[in-house]
């Protein structure tokens, strides 16, 4: 189990986290570019000292500035898979793999006799004299996961594992690396800034933002109930935040009122609102919903066969629609709309 209280100055980042990853668990550090996140993956590594907290692993103290105790990464039970997967371009597959087991004093025979068994587990035992230029992006990947596994460590450390590969191959690389990863039993913790390899690999979310944890969840309940703009966007949903002035009534931030289905949870709370709820129209809609208002077209983008209509004024949202709905509507940037969401599609939860 990983337990680690990251206190660090870098440049302008000041990051101050708290983490647990517990064995057998694939915990993922999401956030967008410069929140953070690949230096606390290399401070647990021990590629930066923190300045304040405390690092353990499996109750070993790895890094404690307050007692004076450092780690070396060298000496660290950590396995680390690069971005760039940081293979040795002269070496073959077999030999990069047998690289960390010849730094733990390992033969040369006995070094790459477990090598070669990592390589048919991950069924490469055929490439394994090839050079890392020969390899296609998924195989280094999976060379580098070898390598990272082969020295037993009790904690896997993968930084946006998937980032260096094409569209075509990301897909099923991630599906693999999802099997790969279901085989390692101590604790896993992954770096990305791609919400859809963090759904899909993790059991649970960790949102950083400007160094800061910004939310933590399944990414059931992440996605469920976001707690920031940014974690919204990646879910793709509204997020609006707001006060209660009635059992079921919220009057929002921009001094717009909406009415939700059912009492409200508390007096500050957030509503999340999918863009496909909202109905765009060109007159005052008559009938069911329960919240119209006149808002101001400030963008259009065409997604394959939906419209983003991000709207302006007192209830900034974006909204999806089809192309036939942007024709008949003859929306264009600047138009006004009148737009309109049903009670029964605002999900509210307190802030």
Do not use: C
């Not at 990863?181 to 690999?201: C, E, I, K, Q, S």
Request: proline share 6%; aromatic share 4%.
């Amino acid at each position: 189990m990983l337990l680690a209280d990251i206190h660090l100055d870098l440049g302008h980042l000041h990051l101050e986290i708290g983490l647990r990853v517990d064995d057998g668990e694939v915990v993922a550090l999401l956030g967008p570019n410069g929140a953070g996140k690949t230096t606390a993956l290399r401070a647990v590594a021990g590629l930066h000292p923190i300045d304040d907290g405390r690092i353990e692993l499996d109750g070993a103290v790895l890094d404690d500035p307050a007692a004076d105790t450092f780690v070396p990464t060298s000496k660290r039970p950590i396995g680390v898979v690069f971005q760039d997967y940081l293979l040795f371009p002269r070496l073959s597959a077999l030999d990069n793999v047998a690289f960390g087991l010849r730094a733990r004093g390992r033969t040369r025979a006995q070094a790459r006799a477990e090598a070669q068994r990592w390589l048919v587990r991950l069924g490469l035992d055929e490439l394994a004299g090839a050079r890392p230029r020969t390899l296609s992006g998924g195989q280094a990947q999976r060379v580098a996961l070898a390598r990272a596994l082969a020295t037993e460590p009790r904690l896997l450390l993968l930084d946006e594992p998937l980032a260096a590969l094409d569209a075509g191959t990301r897909l099923r690389v991630r599906t693999e690396l999802r099997r790969h990863l279901a085989t390692f039993h101590g604790a896993r913790l992954l770096v990305t800034h791609d919400p859809v390899d963090a759904l899909v690999l993790a059991d649970r979310l960790v949102i950083l933002e400007e160094g800061r944890m910004t939310q933590t969840g399944t990414p059931a309940e992440v996605t469920a109930r976001p707690g920031s703009r940014y974690v919204a966007q990646l879910v793709g949903v509204n997020l609006l935040h707001g006060r209660a002035t009635g059992e079921r009534t919220v009057r929002l931030d921009s001094g717009a009122e909406l009415t939700v289905a059912d009492p409200l949870p508390g007096p500050e709370v957030a509503v999340a609102i999918r863009p496909q709820a909202i109905a765009l129209h060109a007159h005052q809609p008559d009938g069911s919903p329960r919240n119209t208002w006149t808002a101001t077209v400030d963008d259009l983008e065409a997604d394959r066969d939906r419209v983003r209509v991000t709207l302006g004024h007192r209830v900034p949202v974006t909204a999806e629609i089809t192309p036939a709905a942007l024709a008949e509507l003859d929306l264009a940037a600047g138009a006004p709309v009148w737009a309109s969401v049903k009670a029964v599609d605002l999900t509210v939860y307190e802030r």
